[in-house]
Nanobody
Framework: QVQLVESGGGLVQAGGSLKLSCAAS????????MAWFRQAPGKEREFVAT???????NYADSAKGRFTVSRDNAKNTVYLQMNSLKPEDTAVYYC?????????????????WGQGTQVTVSS
């Protein structure tokens, strides 16, 4: 069983930055691929970024060049550094873990989810 707890959300002006953290429990954290998804009001939950157990990363087109996903296995934590934020980035951001080394962009391939953290970008 893996438990995920996100933090770091908040209100920021357009062009600003936020760094989200996701603390994971469980001894096998280092071998699991992790991901960030987000869900805006009235919209489907969408992929943002993922990092494999081998530290390979992949990003949604909307995140490329602005967001950076990273992980610290010693701290059982995955991060999402978000720069140049836009109002359209406003959403609840969720951390997710799957029971595989390999990363995925598909939300139905992730087994464990955090409770989410709100990010609001004002114009």
């Amino acid at each position: 069983q893996v438990q995920l707890v996100e933090s770091g959300g908040g209100l920021v002006q357009a062009g600003g930055s936020l760094k989200l953290s996701c603390a994971a429990s469980g001894r096998t954290f280092s071998v699991y691929a992790m991901a960030w998804f987000r869900q805006a009001p009235g919209k489907e939950r969408e992929f943002v970024a993922t990092i494999s157990g081998g530290f390979t990363t992949n990003y949604a087109d909307s995140a490329k060049g602005r967001f950076t996903v990273s992980r610290d296995n010693a701290k059982n934590t995955v991060y999402l550094q978000m720069n140049s934020l836009k109002p359209e980035d406003t959403a609840v951001y969720y951390c997710a873990s799957r029971t595989s080394w390999l990363m995925s962009t598909m939300k139905n391939e992730y087994t464990y989810w955090g409770q989410g953290t709100q990010v609001t970008v004002s114009s």
